[in-house]
């Protein structure tokens, strides 16, 4: 009788030490042995063999902990990128800043233990904010955005006609892009359903003026009035709250930033103009944008012939460089481009 007690004891212990990798708590040990010995009458553990192994249970765990905080650290140190400041180029005026990027070593810890320990761990990132912002810089113009940021956006600056703009809404919403329309006041007036139209797709829609004038030639009240008529409009008419402004054909001077700045408006040109108002083919447009585009770039258009049939092969050419396509908004923020630098996470 006695051998056939200590098999049971033998088979309930054996199980207890399987059931210990899968079960939590102690007294769920001794249920699973219970089960595992065919429901036998299990004899009771002892104390000192229950607290040994509760002792080697939490030092294995915080071994694993230490082992794991280790690998996290040297990932940390590997994936660290600094921010940049945003700063006034001598060329290129006002360049916006770029939040750095860091791992968060005690929430990836903690989900990781969550978890299991699992191989490899999940990581949790989060932005580490530029010290300087764009806003701090005061009054200039912006050209293009962070060099380090993979983002470009398509400003569409309208001011005459709509005929061509159903075709690029088209091609925007198949390949999933969102540009900046900039309308002159005075087209807004006149075609407020197809702006409307054009800010329901998700586009960002901006000022560029009112009347097209030459911003340089006017006196502190007119330029003022050209854009603060379109900017009453955006806000009556389509609700936008909009942060910038496009001179009407690039001209201006400090007065034309300084008015725009002092209504809340940052003065936007570009960096790569298509020039389709010159007519040139949308083959010669594509290769101007194949061959000139960098993180960063500011694409002037406008809805012309050229432009909307070369629309297509200029997005797919941008995304086959590895860069992502948003607002303008969005491409001279601060924020990082999760989509392009996640994607080996």
Same mark, same amino acid.
């Given at each position: 009788?006695k051998r056939?007690?200590?098999?049971y ?10 059931g ?5 708590g102690?007294?769920?040990?001794? +249920?699973? /042995?219970?089960e595992?010995?065919g429901?036998a009458?299990?004899a009771?553990?002892?104390? %000192?063999w229950? $607290?040994? &192994? ?5 030092e294995?765990?915080?071994k ?7 690998r ?23 360049i916006?800043?770029y ?10 810890l +903690?989900l /990781?233990?969550q ?11 989060r %932005?580490i904010? $530029?010290? &300087? ?10 050209y293009?955005?962070?060099?380090n940021k993979?983002m470009v956006s398509?400003?569409?600056n309208?001011?005459?006609?709509d ?7 088209d091609?925007?919403?198949?390949e999933n892009?969102k540009a900046t329309?900039?309308?002159?006041g005075?087209?807004?007036n006149?075609n407020?359903a197809?702006a409307?139209?054009i800010m329901?797709e ?6 560029? $003026?009112?009347?097209?004038p030459k ?8 330029a003022t009035s ?7 409009l955006?806000?009556?008419?389509l609700g ?8 009407p ?5 400090q007065?034309?930033?300084?008015i725009?700045?002092?209504?809340g408006l940052?003065?936007?040109l570009?960096?790569?103009?298509t020039v389709?108002?010159k007519k ?12 000139h585009?960098?993180p960063?770039?500011l ?14 092969e ?6 086959a460089?590895?860069l992502s396509?948003?607002t303008v908004?969005e491409?001279i923020s601060?924020?990082r481009?999760?989509?392009?630098e996640?994607?080996e996470q």
């Amino acid at each position: 009788m006695k051998r056939k007690q200590w098999l049971y004891v033998s088979a309930g212990i054996a199980a207890c030490l399987v059931g210990i990798s899968q079960l939590e708590g102690i007294d769920r040990f001794v +249920e699973y /042995a219970r089960e595992q010995s065919g429901r036998a009458v299990f004899a009771p553990l002892s104390s %000192e063999w229950l $607290a040994a &192994v509760q002792v080697a249970d939490v030092e294995g765990l915080e071994k694993r902990r230490a082992e794991m905080r280790s690998r996290i650290e040297e990932e940390a140190k590997r994936r660290y990128v600094a921010p940049v400041n945003a700063v006034v180029d001598r060329v290129w005026k006002a360049i916006p800043g770029y939040n750095g990027l860091e791992l968060d070593v005690e929430k990836t810890l +903690e989900l /990781a233990e969550q978890e299991g320990f699992p191989e490899p761990p999940k990581l949790i990132m989060r %932005e580490i904010p $530029a010290k &300087v912002h764009i806003d701090q810089l005061g009054p200039h113009p912006v050209y293009k955005g962070n060099p380090n940021k993979p983002m470009v956006s398509l400003m569409i600056n309208v001011a005459w006609g709509d005929e061509y703009i159903p075709k690029m809404l088209d091609t925007l919403r198949e390949e999933n892009v969102k540009a900046t329309f900039f309308f002159d006041g005075s087209w807004l007036n006149q075609n407020i359903a197809t702006a409307r139209t054009i800010m329901q797709e998700g586009h960002e829609v901006s000022n560029h $003026a009112y009347s097209h004038p030459k911003m340089s030639t006017l006196d502190r009240a007119r330029a003022t009035s050209e854009i603060a008529k379109t900017e009453a409009l955006l806000t009556k008419e389509l609700g936008a709250k909009n942060k910038l402004f496009a001179p009407p054909a690039g001209d201006f001077n400090q007065a034309t930033v300084d008015i725009a700045h002092g209504m809340g408006l940052r003065t936007v040109l570009w960096t790569l103009d298509t020039v389709d108002w010159k007519k040139p083919s949308p083959a010669s447009i594509v290769r101007k944008i194949a061959d000139h585009v960098e993180p960063g770039s500011l694409i002037l258009m406008h809805p012309t012939e050229p432009s909307s049939s070369a629309l297509k092969e200029m997005i797919r050419v941008i995304k086959a460089k590895g860069l992502s396509l948003g607002t303008v908004s969005e491409t001279i923020s601060p924020k990082r481009v999760p989509e392009v630098e996640s994607a080996e996470q």
